[in-house]
């Protein structure tokens, strides 16, 4: 097959680009590590008192970030370091004047955010400033940890890490008055390089007062590429000599499932998850019938009047390892694409110019195969299948390189799915404005497995296609600019990763200009256009198009606000068909009204949008969406998140023609910082009246569950829980389960 024309002159550029160098990297102070004298011992309690504290090097450079980057800090924060064979330890004093307005919540684990008093450690064992792994501590002594990566400058909660830590009200004195966080992360839960000691660390501290501040250890410009480019080196850190970890956590899951249909049945299911590390760059995880009934239900989306398919975020923990090393360009790796494993091993590296992921997993499939075209997503039902797939990436300064291959074969001869291309990002230094970087990948797809008339797959004629994607991005000091270019063939289909729609040319243009500071309550006002076009690359005919000025802002009290105007947004259907113009507001806002209330957001669209149901191309009704949420804090161990979620159209006649909600309510009582008790109750309904051409509709489900949960650690947890799923029409089914995970090392311990 030949490459497209756009796709040699986008390989003849990136040759050309590939002559520039990185850009020179910012480095603050170093923060230095005292080992412990033999016989020290510290305990977990959350203070300093131990002496060993005091002979570590304070370090107390902080400056403002949020929201006056580079600013003298609000309040003092010193930070010492020690370490043993076994672990680092960090220790943070956060001074206040103040210490009665400091905001304490107990949260879930994952739950600590902005609206929170705390302290968060980022380390980048490896050294190559593309991801730094993050420990969260918030002042009531709850934990939350993630990735952050540097190439979409983002951080994810998803992954968990083996850590802990404790905290403590700190005394008014000559010191100063506030509280203090201690965190024990074992080396066994850092990824670095044999042999290479260039760690790098960030210390902030979040202060949600009035205005939210947040304060850093090393100084982050506002044209820095990410968060964390300019971590400071860590230095004085020695690994024992044999630092090989192996973990082994069997599990066992007891379940009773009444369908309401028949006998209610009872099983019984094991599991095993172990992790091993024979190098200090190699880790070897493998999982035996992985068992995910603990893990939060996904949020209820609307659905009924969306034309592709919707995008779910990862929560089951075998799939976070080396969750950095899957960022791409594009959702190139989507682990939601396996349903139900019944097992799998992976292998990650991390070495001194290359990282890389290899995995296997068997999938008992029984969701869905997702079939992209230009105008929406079909799909197709999941069988059983074999997933193998490769991702390697070379990394130099803020550029580097990668390569993807993956494969799945489905059961019983039903053919498969093979993707494969490289990626790559650059820093490109010659463009004025600011730091521009490029990214850019390909792939080339063959698939095999094709549906049937019925929506199965079947073997036959393979079929292939290309995806091709450029994004230039400049951050600056007062905006940014976003270029994305989208060529997506129309044989192109990937099976395991998250494409929903295919044979269409996209590009999209974002730019935003902002200004801070003289505006009384605000902080700094931006304002944004977008311009979107997207053609079917079969004929060139329009897809759709859109023009979106907009403004934003931000002030006091976390508040964030919006409004944009789409006042030519148009949309076709499908081939042949008319172009739509959508024409509708959008807004909303975020804010924290009050420390029991510490966040409320809302979002809107509002205007003439198109109802896609409307044979013949659809048609332009009044109508809105609707977006609200909060987070609620009555009690010191109480979280209340209640959730809607509604959208609506109204008839030529001014009659209601769709109506579909989505209501959820999260409720968490923590017993104490080990012990909690979440309930979830999910409601969601869609109801369509009937028209020429449109089926009636009116269909409601509600899911509740309830689950009792012990954490003695990130591997020895124990739940307890009990569900109930109803849908219209159907006989409600209910679930009791209970599951012990246990490590085995802390058995022997």
């Known amino acids: 097959m030949k490459p497209s024309f756009l796709a040699r002159r986008v390989a003849a550029a990136l040759c050309a680009l590939a002559l520039l160098g990185p850009a020179a990297a910012l480095a603050g ?61 960090v220790g943070v004093e ?14 879930r684990h994952d739950g600590v955010n902005r609206t929170q008093d705390f302290v968060v450690v980022y380390l980048d064992a490896v050294g190559s400033r593309s991801a730094a792994q993050w420990f969260r501590l918030n002042a009531a002594g709850s934990t939350a940890d993630g990735l952050h990566t540097a190439a979409d400058d983002s951080e994810d909660f998803a992954p968990d890490f083996d850590w802990d830590g404790a905290v403590s009200r700190q005394v008014a004195g000559d010191a100063g008055a506030g509280w203090t966080a201690v ?56 690994l024992p000599e044999d630092h090989a970890f192996l973990t082994v956590r069997p599990g066992l899951t007891a379940r009773r499932v009444d369908a309401g249909t028949g006998p209610a049945r009872n099983d019984t299911q094991a599991s095993l998850d172990v992790k091993w590390r024979p190098r200090a760059e190699l880790v070897v995880d493998g999982t035996l019938n992985p068992d995910f009934s603990q893990v939060e239900l996904d949020v209820k989306q609307l659905a009924g009047n969306s034309r592709f398919a919707l995008f779910l975020s990862e929560k089951r923990p075998f799939f976070f390892e080396s969750y950095d090393l899957l960022r791409m360009p594009t959702e190139a790796l989507y682990t939601r694409s396996v349903t139900a494993p019944r097992g799998g091993l992976r292998a990650t590296w991390r070495g001194t110019a290359w990282a890389g992921s290899a995995f296997a997993l068997q999938d008992r ?38 390569f993807l291959a993956a494969s799945r074969r489905y059961d019983g001869g039903r053919g498969g799915n093979d993707v494969l291309g490289p990626d790559i990002g650059l820093p490109l230094e010659v463009l004025p404005g600011g730091r521009w970087r490029l990214r850019a990948q390909w792939l080339h797809a063959r698939t095999d497995a094709r549906p049937d008339a019925e929506g199965r797959l079947q073997r036959g004629r393979a079929v292939t296609g290309e995806l091709l994607r450029l994004k230039l991005q400049r951050q600056g000091e007062h905006g940014e600019t976003l270029l994305t270019l989208d060529d997506v063939g129309e044989g192109f289909r990937h099976d395991s990763g998250f494409v929903n729609q295919a044979g269409v040319r996209r590009a999209e243009l974002f730019h935003s200009q902002g200004w801070r500071g003289g505006f009384g309550p605000l902080n700094e006002v931006f304002a944004t256009i977008e311009l979107k076009r997207t053609e079917a690359r079969a004929g060139g005919e329009r897809v759709e198009d859109s023009v979106r000025p907009g403004v934003y802002a931000t ?44 966040l409320l957001e809302a979002s809107a669209d509002i205007g003439r949008l198109v109802d896609t149901a409307v044979p013949g191309g659809g048609e332009l009704r009044r109508g809105a969406e609707l977006a609200t949420s909060a987070r609620l804090r009555p009690l010191g161990r ?68 309830l689950t009792y949960a012990w954490r003695r650690s990130a591997g020895t947890r124990l739940y307890v829980g009990a569900g109930r799923d109803a849908r219209g029409g159907q006989p409600a089914s209910t679930e009791l389960f209970v599951k012990l995970e246990l490590d085995a090392g802390e058995l022997r311990r």
Do not use: C
């Not at 006042?567 to 959008?586: E, H, K, M, N, T």
């Open 365 to 402: 499939g029984g969701g869905l195969v997702l079939l992209p075209g230009a105008y929406g997503t079909d799909a197709a039902e999941q069988p059983g299948s074999t997933l193998l797939a490769l991702r390697a990436r070379h990394d130099e300064g803020e550029g580097g390189f990668g």
């Open 94 to 107: 956060a001074l206040d004047r103040d210490p009665a307005a400091i905001r304490d919540d107990r949260v």
């Open 29 to 89: 102070e170093p923060i230095v590590a005292e080992r412990l004298r033999p016989g020290e011992a510290l305990r977990l309690d959350g203070t300093l008192a131990h002496p060993a504290w005091q002979r570590a090097r304070p370090h107390e450079a902080f400056v403002e970030k949020a929201p006056a980057t580079g600013a003298a800090p609000r309040e003092a924060t010193r930070v010492r370091v020690l370490f043993d064979d076994a672990a680092l330890w």
């Open 638 to 705: 109480l979280e209340l998140e209640p959730r809607l979620n509604l959208a609506w159209l109204d008839g030529p006649d001014g009659t209601r023609r769709y109506r579909e909600s989505a209501g959820r309510l999260l409720a968490i009582w923590h017993f104490d910082a080990r012990h909690s008790l979440r309930l979830i109750a999910q409601r969601r309904a869609l109801w369509r009246a009937a028209e020429p051409g449109v089926d009636a509709a009116d269909e409601a489900g509600r899911t509740t569950s």
């Open 555 to 598: 002030g006091r009290r976390n508040f964030e606000a919006w409004l944009e105007w789409y006042g030519r947004a148009r949309v076709r259907l499908g081939p042949g068909l008319p172009l739509q113009a959508q024409r509708y507001w959008s807004l909303g806002f975020v804010m924290t009204p009050a420390p029991w209330m510490p």
């Open 183 to 238: 965190l024990r992360i074992p080396f066994a839960s850092l990824r670095f390089r044999e042999g290479r000691q260039d760690w790098r660390i960030m210390v902030a501290r979040r202060l949600p007062r009035q205005q939210f501040h947040l304060l850093t250890s090393v100084l982050i410009p506002r044209d820095a590429p990410s968060f964390i480019a300019t971590m400071q080196p860590l230095q004085g850190v020695a």
